[in-house]
């Protein structure tokens, strides 16, 4: 069995910081990359930022300059920073995890539940 637990989300005003955290519990054998998403009311899950296990990012042209990515690699969790927050980053962020949980095994993305996180004065 494995988890995606997230924590860290809340209530901010516009220009106020974040700092997410997800990490990864159970039978794994290596993680890949590690990634946040979020989706909005209404609207679909969107692409927030991404990491490999080598430390290379990738964000939306949406929060960049913004939001930070990381990795611990030894803890199996992914962080995301946010700063400048604006309310329209008002969302459900969810965490992902491209793992093996085996040598028999694999790689495949497993989700968290989410984590809300809403931008407002």
């Known amino acids: 069995q494995v988890q995606l637990v997230e924590s860290g989300g809340g209530l901010v005003q516009p220009g106020g910081s974040l700092r997410l955290s997800c990490a990864a519990s159970?039978?794994?054998?290596?993680?890949?990359?590690m990634g946040w998403y979020r989706q909005a009311p209404g609207k679909q899950r969107e692409l927030v930022a991404t990491i490999t296990s080598g430390g290379s990012t990738n964000y939306a042209d949406s929060v960049k300059d913004r939001f930070t990515i990381s990795r611990d690699n030894a803890k199996n969790t992914v962080y995301l920073q946010m700063n400048s927050l604006k309310p329209e980053d008002t969302a459900v962020y969810y965490c992902n995890a491209n793992l093996r949980r085996g040598y028999n095994d694999r790689p495949r993305v497993y989700w968290g539940q989410g984590t809300q996180v809403t931008v407002s004065s």
């Open positions: 159970g039978s794994i054998l290596s993680i890949n990359a």
